[in-house]
T-cell receptor, first 115, second 117 residues
Framework: AQSVTQPDIHITVSEGASLELRCNYSYGATPYLFWYVQSPGQGLQLLLKYFSGDTLVQGIKGFEAEFKRSQSSFNLRKPSVHWSDAAEYFCAVGDFQGGSEKLVFGKGTKLTVNP | DAMVIQNPRYQVTQFGKPVTLSCSQT?????MYWYQQKSSQAPKLLFHYYDKDFNNEADTPDNFQSRRPNTSFCFLDIRSPGLGDAAMYLCATSRDSRGLYGNQPQHFGDGTRLSIL
């Protein structure tokens, strides 16, 4: 069965520092991968997605992610974190079944940004 | 402009008293999903509609039901809420993935936080 692992439950960085959030997946075929961000009390917002092609994917808010098939990873990065980036981040793999994809989420990584 | 709208944002109900959460969308998407998210956990898919076809997850309790009267609206009914049902409930939509290359991303509403007294 497909699964997603986010090894870091909580990460704290200083504003302006670089950020990398880790994500590993288990999926038998070509994965469809997503990163979502959730601010407190809000729904999930799509940051970026990978379907195929260029393994370095650019997203919104200055985020990018790199797909590495050999490592089964899809890590999220940002060169300089802003205080407004404090939120919970979810990595997900899409499981295509019968015309509608189901998302399998990791448990999330909570990001705290220190001033 | 909000494209997936959930009402209300906060809902309080009594133990055992039926409650209905609503979701509407302006995206004209074929697929609508309901997720349950408990504190500090990942969203868990309860069920989804592909057009009018209802798809229940195997581990979704019978206490949870859903209705989709038209493309724009979808409802989550909890027949007899228990304390363990207190959670954030998220609605999401996506386009039809059949015949298209790649999964279509899901668009989420802001959720309804349900509290049980």
């Amino acid at each position: 069965a497909q699964s997603v692992t986010q090894p870091d439950i909580h990460i704290t960085v200083s504003e302006g520092a670089s950020l990398e959030l880790r994500c590993n997946y288990s999926y038998g075929a070509t994965p469809y991968l997503f990163w979502y961000v959730q601010s407190p009390g809000q729904g999930l917002q799509l940051l970026l997605k990978y379907f195929s092609g260029d393994t370095l994917v650019q997203g919104i808010k200055g985020f990018e992610a790199e797909f590495k098939r050999s490592q089964s990873s899809f890590n999220l990065r940002k060169p300089s974190v802003h205080w407004s980036d404090a939120a919970e981040y979810f990595c997900a793999v899409g499981d295509f079944q019968g015309g509608s994809e189901k998302l399998v989420f990791g448990k999330g990584t909570k990001l705290t940004v220190n001033p | 402009d909000a494209m997936v709208i959930q009402n209300p944002r906060y809902q309080v109900t009594q133990f055992g008293k039926p409650v209905t959460l609503s979701c509407s969308q302006t995206l004209n998407h074929n697929v609508m999903y309901w997720y349950q998210q408990k504190s500090s956990q990942a969203p868990k898919l309860l069920f989804h509609y592909y057009d009018k076809d209802f798809n229940n997850e195997a581990d979704t309790p019978d206490n949870f039901q859903s209705r989709r009267p038209n493309t724009s609206f979808c409802f989550l009914d909890i027949r007899s809420p228990g304390l363990g049902d207190a959670a954030m409930y998220l609605c999401a939509t996506s386009r039809d993935s059949r015949g298209l290359y790649g999964n279509q991303p899901q668009h989420f509403g802001d959720g309804t936080r349900l509290s049980i007294l």
